[in-house]
């Protein structure tokens, strides 16, 4: 997918490698992030919103099993506990097997 969005945006977007936020955390010592459960966008500023509404469906396409029900991609702020920074969005994968996809919370 990381190959798929930085072919469609060109020069326009750079595309950084996937952390594994997880294993991240446990290296660090720190407590793991609560897990997305939908492909999320999260907006280091509301002056990002068109980005992440026109990458949205390469990752709902990308993301949704075939023979299953199209994946949602939400799009939300940044939580206000966390330091943004300008001009990224950050893009919060689910493990394909997750249990924990669903309807959004809230």
């Known amino acids: 997918m990381r190959r798929a969005l930085q072919g ?8 950084a490698p996937v952390e594994d936020v997880n294993r991240s955390a ?13 492909p999320t966008f999260l907006l280091h500023s509301p002056a990002e919103r068109a980005c ?15 023979e299953r029900a199209q994946v949602e991609v939400w799009i939300r702020q940044l939580p206000t506990d966390q ?24």
Request: charged share 25%; glycine share 6%.
């Open 52 to 66: 992440a509404e026109s990458l949205r469906p390469l990752v709902q396409s990308a993301w949704t099993m075939p």
């Open 8 to 15: 469609t945006a060109g020069e326009a977007l750079l595309i």
């Open 83 to 106: 330091a943004a920074r300008e001009r990224v969005l950050e893009l919060w994968l689910p493990r394909r097997d997750s249990p924990l996809r669903g309807d959004d919370p809230g």
């Open 26 to 38: 446990t290296l660090r010592g720190t407590r793991r992030p609560v897990p997305w459960p939908q």
